[in-house]
């Protein structure tokens, strides 16, 4: 294993990035359960401090560092979609919260002992972290730093040298073990996401599939808010023929050029594009009403003339490859939601463009 590998962790860096998702629900779930399982100790620790006479200052961290963990989660709560999308800092302010409780448990009763296994485990946290390498590792070095000097100056020598043994050893078994741990995690991540776009995605057009649109439209039932305002429904115009003139093989090249100008378009325009099967297509968009859908539709006509495939048979008039294109806008809080009606608005819409001489936009 290299060494910019180890501390760096560029390959992580990647994965990280592919499977942001995964990885802040994985964040939000270690969060909550190790402030559950903190509070607990908390509770249990001042419980046994009062039974057994612990002394005042073991009493008051304790009681402390319960409340500290409560604050910690009622921030959670107070700022939720913040900590949703970016659950890596609650992440670090509990874990030094941690790290703040075992120092203050250590020299609760006196000076004279080693460091408790408390302080310790805090460099077992990278095999519970999915972050930045550089970053858990910075946080590994400002704990070992803090621990050290701290045992410097408030214990004997003979302490202090077992003291960064057992801290040098710990935080290097946890920056080495937490990289093959992390990795394991994200290789796991990185396996169910492409297993997840190559269920969902066309092979050929390298669009979204049939089973990926039903899914966005079922979640309509879901939520107001992933209802769509627009759907487009789409056929290339005279398709057989051009497979009956040029050969399958063109026109899967055919299908492969016209899906990269339906995403190129869709990014641009805040639409969704769909293989529906053959050579029809869908797309959503949950921002556009009716007269910006027009807009798009007529716009998207004439990037498909642009890209200028050839198709010269005797009843093409155009000669190049022209798609049809039925559009229909839809209201997000009609309580009568139903995707199989909007799909038929939107296929009667194209409909009525196959029967206006095709190579145009028709909305319902």
């Given at each position: 294993?290299?060494?910019?590998?180890?501390?760096?962790?560029?390959?992580?860096?990647?994965?990280?990035?592919?499977?942001?998702?995964?990885?802040?629900?994985?964040?939000?779930?270690?969060?909550?359960?190790?402030?559950?399982?903190?509070?607990?100790?908390?509770?249990?620790?001042?419980?046994?401090?009062?039974?057994?006479?612990?002394?005042?200052?073991?009493?008051?961290?304790?009681?402390?560092?319960?409340?500290?963990?409560?604050?910690?989660?009622?921030?959670?709560?107070?700022?939720?979609?913040?900590?949703?999308?970016?659950?890596?800092?609650?992440?670090?302010?509990?874990?030094?919260?941690?790290?703040?409780?075992?120092?203050?448990?250590?020299?609760?009763?006196?000076?004279?002992?080693?460091?408790?296994?408390?302080?310790v485990a805090i460099f077992m946290?990278?095999?519970?972290?999915?972050?930045?390498?550089?970053?858990?590792?910075?946080?590994?070095?400002?704990?070992?730093?803090?621990?050290?000097?701290?045992?410097?100056?408030?214990?004997?020598?003979?302490?202090?040298?077992?003291?960064?043994?057992?801290?040098?050893?710990?935080?290097?078994?946890?920056?080495?073990?937490?990289?093959?741990?992390?990795?394991?995690?994200?290789?796991?991540?990185?396996?169910?996401?492409?297993l997840t776009v190559e269920r969902?995605?066309?092979?050929?057009?390298?669009?979204?599939?049939?089973?990926?649109?039903?899914?966005?439209?079922?979640?309509?039932?879901?939520?107001?808010?992933?209802?769509?305002?627009?759907?487009?429904?789409?056929?290339?115009?005279?398709?057989?023929?051009?497979?009956?003139?040029?050969?399958?093989?063109?026109?899967?090249?055919?299908?492969?050029?016209?899906?990269?100008?339906?995403a190129d378009f869709g990014e641009?325009?805040?639409?969704?594009?769909?293989?529906?099967?053959?050579?029809?297509?869908?797309?959503?968009?949950?921002?556009?009403?009716?007269?910006?859908?027009?807009?798009?539709?007529?716009?998207?006509?004439?990037?498909?003339?642009?890209?200028?495939?050839?198709?010269?048979?005797?009843?093409?008039?155009?000669?190049?490859?022209?798609?049809?294109?039925?559009?229909?806008?839809?209201?997000?809080?009609?309580?009568?939601?139903?995707?199989?009606?909007?799909?038929?608005?939107?296929?009667?819409?194209?409909?009525?463009?196959?029967?206006?001489?095709?190579?145009?936009?028709?909305?319902?």
């Amino acid at each position: 294993m290299k060494i910019r590998e180890l501390l760096f962790g560029l390959e992580e860096n990647e994965l990280i990035n592919k499977n942001r998702e995964a990885v802040n629900e994985f964040l939000i779930s270690v969060t909550r359960v190790a402030a559950v399982i903190l509070g607990i100790l908390m509770l249990f620790l001042a419980f046994l401090s009062f039974a057994f006479g612990y002394t005042s200052a073991y009493k008051k961290i304790y009681i402390l560092f319960f409340f500290l963990d409560l604050l910690v989660y009622a921030l959670s709560r107070a700022f939720k979609k913040f900590y949703k999308k970016h659950p890596v800092v609650l992440v670090y302010i509990f874990f030094a919260l941690y790290l703040c409780f075992a120092i203050s448990a250590n020299f609760g009763y006196d000076r004279d002992q080693e460091y408790v296994s408390a302080v310790v485990a805090i460099f077992m946290l990278p095999l519970l972290l999915l972050d930045r390498a550089w970053r858990i590792n910075l946080l590994v070095a400002v704990s070992l730093a803090v621990s050290a000097f701290l045992s410097y100056r408030l214990k004997d020598r003979h302490f202090f040298s077992s003291d960064m043994v057992n801290l040098c050893v710990y935080a290097f078994a946890g920056i080495v073990m937490g990289k093959s741990v992390r990795m394991n995690r994200l290789n796991g991540f990185e396996a169910a996401r492409v297993l997840t776009v190559e269920r969902n995605t066309d092979s050929l057009t390298k669009l979204a599939n049939r089973r990926n649109l039903f899914e966005r439209l079922r979640r309509g039932n879901e939520s107001l808010l992933q209802r769509p305002t627009g759907m487009f429904m789409i056929d290339i115009d005279n398709f057989k023929k051009y497979n009956d003139h040029y050969g399958h093989r063109a026109g899967d090249i055919c299908l492969g050029m016209i899906g990269r100008c339906f995403a190129d378009f869709g990014e641009k325009n805040a639409l969704t594009f769909f293989r529906y099967g053959g050579e029809e297509f869908c797309a959503l968009c949950w921002s556009k009403d009716y007269m910006e859908l027009a807009a798009a539709a007529e716009a998207l006509l004439q990037a498909v003339r642009d890209l200028r495939i050839t198709f010269n048979v005797e009843d093409n008039s155009s000669g190049i490859v022209t798609i049809s294109l039925g559009y229909a806008a839809f209201d997000q809080t009609d309580l009568s939601y139903d995707f199989e009606s909007m799909i038929k608005t939107a296929d009667a819409a194209l409909y009525s463009a196959k029967s206006h001489g095709r190579n145009c936009a028709r909305g319902a």
